[in-house]
């Protein structure tokens, strides 16, 4: 029983490595294999975070999602969350990109989307829609008086 408290413990402290091995006594042989597979799902859940933390996080393949096999339950619900903080994050930063690409080609009729699917921005990404468009407004208008004033003057 210490071993099992000790692989226990060595779980709330996030360290999956451990593994037992009981065989005497069926009951034991059960809960070890059970153990065992908690383990095995929290390693595979902690690689593919990691895994989605560098290759969205510091790669910026905002396209890429994660996902783990054969996940059930509160283990899937973790892989769902996670797709969709990424997809919450990455619609309005793409979003953002397209306008200010289309502004760097010089076309100045865009404006970044402050509603995704429906539902409105918030918080940052808010702020940074507000700001972009306002940016794209001021130079739009610019653009427009200097076009004006180049026609008195021509």
Excluded: C, H
């Excluded at 996080?57 to 769902?80: C, D, F, P």
């Amino acid at each position: 029983m210490q071993v099992l408290l000790q692989a226990i413990q060595a779980i709330v402290n996030g360290d999956f490595s451990i593994r037992l091995d009981f065989s005497r006594d069926q009951v034991m042989t059960e809960i070890s294999e059970a153990y065992n597979d908690v383990a095995n799902l929290n390693g595979r859940v902690t690689d593919e975070f990691i895994r989605i933390s560098e290759v969205v996080g510091r790669e910026g393949n905002m396209t890429e999602r994660a996902s783990v096999k054969n996940l059930v339950g509160g283990w899937q619900i973790q892989i769902e969350s996670l797709n969709s903080l990424i997809v919450n994050l990455a619609q309005p930063t793409m979003e953002a990109g397209r306008v200010i690409t289309a502004v760097a080609r010089g076309d100045l009729s865009r404006q970044m989307a402050l509603e995704i699917e429906g539902v409105p921005v918030k918080g940052e990404f808010q702020r940074i829609g507000i700001i972009v468009n306002t940016m794209v407004d001021q130079l739009n208008g610019f653009a427009s008086e200097v076009t004006r004033v180049a026609r008195e003057v021509g």
